[in-house]
């Protein structure tokens, strides 16, 4: 009887404290998912913003997704941005260019008027923009805390650090691999089409090139092992892919536990095979091997002037930037040359004007000299038309730090920030009635292609926080382009379909097939 009495008792205490425990965790939650994102929702809209009314737990995310089926057509059209993104196009016409809308419990303040961007960036210090926690999060393993990612002392440090990695001189000693691996493309492409078959995705083909470029100039590892660690870096983003269409719901990651658990296993392991190879670096003494890549001007950072190490970066730090060089890097560039081999193919005119300056300026591109890649004046203007109106980063995301007063409206300390790059550079009220025309010549005497404010173009962002790799894109993109369009001539395949979408990067969700004749 005794003995009932006590277990019972014992019984009974775990329980009840099991129950207070799960009461404590329910209340922890219920504030941080509920109270807290209802406490936002109301200052803000005290501050004056609005948007389309979130509901718990998914926030706007369901109607987004009803929205966004990929559409596609056999017609080419550049007004895109209600094709890449309809929930934000159709939210305009209800809230404006400036909204809020809510991705789970994270409220994100839509900005696609850059009136109200510049007035609130003139605010802010380079150092006081934070990134989204929500995305920082979610993208740990690929970022970890490099250089996109970081906020306040550690950014302006990193920054410091990485920016004089990437002057015009470290770049030109990057040159050869560029033109190494395009040429070895070349090949692929002369020995497919001498076998009859006119039509290469150049979508596909242009990004392992651009990857194989971003392994070598970011690491210095070329062949079976560049292609290892791009290959589980690619699978990497793309696992990651999977798993993110819930960002900012609870528990988002068990919508898609098995994913979730596969892209940290990848992410364990790409980490350890890049630590291998920053390791091997470290201890080696090749002197010039350290001056050739991205990896090696960082180490080089690492000593002070005596040879002795500085510790500028740690280990972890180094594997943070590598991985922050390989996911903001090859992507973004190839799909900035992809869509110009697009609108080139669209635009025979074009593909001659470039043909016929590359002859000019560089003359014989079997003995291609970097230092002329300058004056090829109309390829840039090329280039930053077609970052006009397909911008490889469709979107830049900040995270306010402190408050922060545009005109009557106060945005507070904390907000998330979306700036739609698509919805501006394609607003006819910024760049006139021919916004979604393609016409290089607007950027013929304007860098910023004769907008009526600078903020509404952003290719790279803006700020001190803008990109930090474009020198090496601008000469990636010359490169490959003078070698191709010397050799090539390109027009639209009868089998390509027009559907840009947004999966991180803006990218033609068919691949870009075209036909390819040697010139
Ligand atoms: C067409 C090519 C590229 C595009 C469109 C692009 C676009 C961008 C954008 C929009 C940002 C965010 C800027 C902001 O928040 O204001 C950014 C930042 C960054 N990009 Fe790029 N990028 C390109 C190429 C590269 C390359 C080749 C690298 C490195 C190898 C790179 C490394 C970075 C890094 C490290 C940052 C973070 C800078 C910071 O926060 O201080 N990007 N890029």
Redo the contacts with the bound molecule.
């Keep these: 009887m005794k003995f009932v009495a006590l277990s019972s008792q014992i019984l009974f205490v775990p329980t009840s404290i099991i129950l207070a425990i799960c009461l404590c965790l329910l209340t922890i939650l219920i504030y941080f998912w509920w109270v807290l994102p209802n406490h936002k929702l109301v200052k803000l809209k005290k501050c004056g913003f609005h948007g389309p009314t979130p509901s718990f737990p998914f926030g706007n995310i369901k109607e987004m997704k009803r929205n966004s089926s990929f559409s596609s057509s056999f017609d080419i059209t550049h007004n895109i941005h209600s094709i890449t993104s309809p929930y934000y196009y159709s939210w305009q016409k209800y809230f404006g260019k400036v909204f809020i809308y809510w991705l789970g419990t994270e409220p994100f303040l839509y900005i696609a008027d850059p009136e109200f961007l510049k007035i609130m960036s003139s605010k802010v210090l380079a150092k006081k923009w934070g990134k989204p926690s929500v995305f920082r999060k979610d993208r740990e393993p690929m970022f970890g805390n490099?250089?996109?990612m970081?906020e306040g002392t550690a950014?302006v440090h990193h920054?410091h650090v990485?920016a004089p990695t990437f002057t015009p001189l470290n770049l030109k000693t990057m040159a050869s691999m560029m033109v190494y691996s395009t040429r070895k493309m070349i090949k692929r492409w002369d020995t497919q089409i001498n076998s009859g078959n006119l039509e290469i995705d150049v979508e596909k083909e242009i990004v392992a090139t651009a990857g194989e470029i971003?392994a070598k100039?970011?690491f210095g590892i070329g062949g079976e092992n560049g292609k290892l660690v791009f290959d589980q870096l690619r699978t990497l983003q793309m696992t990651l892919f999977k798993t993110n269409g819930y960002v900012g719901v609870p528990f988002e990651k068990l919508f898609n536990f098995k994913k979730t658990l596969e892209a940290k296993k990848i992410g364990e392991e790409v980490d350890k095979l890049m630590l291998s190879i920053i390791e091997d670096r470290m201890n080696s003494n090749d002197k010039k091997q350290h001056e050739q890549d991205?990896l090696g001007h960082l180490l080089k950072g690492n000593h002070d002037i005596d040879g002795n190490l500085n510790k500028t970066l740690t280990k972890k730090e180094l594997l943070d930037e590598c991985k922050?060089?390989f996911f903001?890097?090859y992507e973004?560039?190839s799909?900035?040359i992809t869509w110009t081999l697009l609108l080139l193919a669209l635009h025979q005119d074009w593909q001659n004007q470039l043909r016929d300056e590359i002859k000019q300026v560089i003359g014989n591109v079997e003995e291609l000299d970097i230092n002329l890649l300058a004056n090829l004046k109309k390829m840039k203007w090329v280039m930053s038309e077609a970052?006009r109106l397909y911008?490889?980063?469709p979107n830049?995301?900040?995270q306010t730090m402190e408050d922060i007063q545009v005109n009557n409206l106060k945005v507070p300390k904390g907000t998330n920030i979306w700036i739609d790059?698509v919805a501006m550079h394609h607003d006819v009220t910024i760049w006139g009635n021919d916004a979604n025309k393609f016409k290089p010549e607007r950027f013929m005497n304007d860098a910023n292609g004769e907008s009526n404010n600078k903020m509404g173009y952003?290719?790279?962002?803006?700020?001190g926080?803008?990109?930090?790799?474009?020198n090496?894109?601008f000469m990636e993109y010359k490169i490959v382009l003078t070698l191709l369009l010397s050799k090539f001539n390109f027009k639209i395949s009868p089998s390509y379909h027009h559907s840009p979408t947004i999966m991180l990067s803006l990218r033609p969700n068919h691949g870009l097939p075209l036909i390819v004749q040697p010139f």
């Design positions: 490099g250089l996109v970081a950014w920054r990485i971003i100039a970011s991205l922050t060089f903001g890097g973004t560039t799909l900035s970052l911008p490889p980063s830049v995301q900040r790059v952003l290719p790279f962002g803006f700020g926080r803008a990109c930090v790799g474009r090496l894109t």
